[in-house]
């Protein structure tokens, strides 16, 4: 048992010896140091030009609409322009007011197409939901009515 012992002992020394890595140098020789000298010494000196002033344009507040209410809409089977009721006004499908514009009604779906002019955004509304442009939602007009509400885009977010 001794002598295994004393061949394992001479075994782990002789792997010791020979498994010596160099890591490198830590620090960079003379040479190079000598080099980043040159480098630093020599470099060009970045002049900053002189920006033009221009004169400040007055940005232009985005004005959001009222709260955009879908009271009810007609879909015509004889191929004629449906009505959307909006904001208490009737409003052809594929046309626009001052702060709307309705798209085309689907003849499968029940929501219905209309964009924001102001900011361009376009929204999917059901008869009876109200968008809030201020608060980016959508909420029913009948607190008692489960469904779509939440904000836009947030589908499957809790």
């Keep these: 048992m001794k002598r295994i012992m004393t061949l394992l002992c001479l075994l782990m020394t002789c792997q010791m010896t020979s498994a010596e890595v160099s890591f490198g140098r830590l620090f960079s020789t003379q040479k190079e140091r000598a080099n980043l000298d040159y480098l630093r010494q020599t470099r060009k000196v970045i002049v900053p030009q002189k920006v033009e002033e221009t004169t400040a344009q007055p940005i232009q507040t985005l004005v959001l609409p009222n709260a955009v209410e879908l009271q009810g809409y007609v879909k015509r089977s004889d191929g004629k322009k449906g009505t959307v009721w909006i904001n208490q006004q ?23 197409p209309i ?7 376009v929204l999917s509304l059901k008869a009876g939901q109200t968008y809030d442009p201020e608060t980016n939602r959508v909420r ?7 469904g779509d509400q939440g904000r836009i885009g947030d ?3 809790p």
């Design 90 to 112: 009737a409003v052809q499908e594929g046309t626009k007011n001052s702060e709307i514009s309705v798209g085309q009604i689907p003849s499968q779906q029940n929501r219905v």
């Design 115 to 121: 964009q924001i002019n102001a900011s361009g955004k």
């Design 140 to 146: 029913e007009m009948r607190p008692s009515v489960q």
């Design 155 to 157: 589908e499957g977010q």
